[in-house]
């Protein structure tokens, strides 16, 4: 009789939660929402955020509101985030920068526990840029240019760590080309200083940097992903231009501080993947040259348990430090 007490007991408990669980999710939100961001305004991941912010905006009927925290590669937006109450009216926009900080500096949060993720948004590749009186018209005339003006060229960057700067690093050990870094605070900032003639070359991500290369303020070269990107599909890739196995991508996605009930999570879950199915959504990133990506939760944290792996042996070998 003790068991059977015990059993109902707890299946009537199991019960109560789901509904408790069914009850939040379905009062949820009442309240606008704060969507940090950690780059200044006018780079992708300020682009990729309002962009989905504004459609979560109309889905939800409460404001998602962007905020813009920019600093240390990221790491400022992100221990907000990490301390930010866990009730879902704060949510973070990761980028590849969650993944890389864990490697170029001491953080007051942990990158994987102080987390749920929620999903992945978007990935997109970086482009080649150069300023237009730059001479290299491809990539071998660039890689042939650096090596005879070792030391003479600077590259710009949205930041220590970021893929802008680590998919440029990546390209000189490949060629054995030597330039000099500098780190902006996003990558607005960086594209404006490269048109302005401040730097030669940037490695920027597409959205960042596509508009300006369409209106002739920056000249592209190629692109760093594996194929050709559907926004410039006339670019080629770094590796058929003579670089082989050369790839990197840059990523975009949704997380909110650790314990944020599951409820809420699933929430936000459902409504992203609505939002990346909408056709206006759809085409204003692709358009952009970024491609939309959903995944459950669980999908989402191994993505970036994978990608703090990979970078961490990237960054050790090539000995980057954060700045």
């Known amino acids: ?125 970086n482009i080649v840029v150069i300023h237009p009186q730059f001479p290299p018209r491809n990539v071998k005339e ?66 960042t940097a596509i508009q300006y290369v369409r209106d002739g303020r920056l000249r592209a070269l190629a692109v760093t992903g594996a194929r050709r990107a559907s926004a410039a599909p006339e670019l080629p890739t770094v590796a058929e231009s003579g670089v082989p196995g050369y790839e990197v991508t840059a990523w975009y996605g949704v997380s909110a501080p650790a314990k944020t009930p599951r409820a809420i999570i699933d929430r936000l879950n459902g409504e992203i993947a609505r939002a990346l199915n909408s056709p206006d959504l759809k085409d204003r990133l692709t358009s952009q040259g970024a491609d939309p990506i959903h995944q459950t939760p669980e999908q989402y944290t191994a993505f970036v348990q994978s990608e703090i792996a990979k970078w961490g042996k990237v960054i050790q070998a090539a000995g980057i430090k954060g700045e």
Do not use: C
């Open 1 to 125: 009789m003790n068991i059977l007490k015990t059993f109902v007991g707890t299946a009537l408990i199991a019960v109560l939660s789901l509904s408790a669980d069914a009850a939040l999710a379905q009062a949820y939100p009442n309240k606008p929402i704060r969507f940090l961001v950690g780059f200044v305004a006018g780079g992708t991941n300020d682009i990729v955020a309002r962009a989905l912010a504004q459609k979560l905006t109309e889905n939800l009927a409460q404001s998602v509101v962007v905020e813009n925290r920019g600093g240390a590669n990221t790491a400022i937006a992100t221990e907000l985030g990490a301390r930010a109450a866990p009730d879902g009216y704060t949510i973070l926009l990761n980028a590849p920068g969650h993944a890389t900080n864990p490697a170029l500096m001491k953080l007051p949060y942990d990158s994987i526990k102080d987390f749920a993720f929620i999903s992945l948004v978007a990935e997109a590749q």
């Open 142 to 207: 660039l890689i042939a240019l650096s090596k005879r003006r070792p030391g003479a060229i600077n590259f710009a960057s949205s930041g220590t760590g970021t893929t802008v700067h680590l998919s440029a690093e990546l390209f000189q050990y490949m060629t054995g080309i030597r330039w000099v870094h500098i780190p902006y605070k996003g990558g607005g900032p960086a594209a404006i200083e490269l048109i302005a003639g401040q730097t030669q070359i940037m490695f920027a991500n597409m959205p």
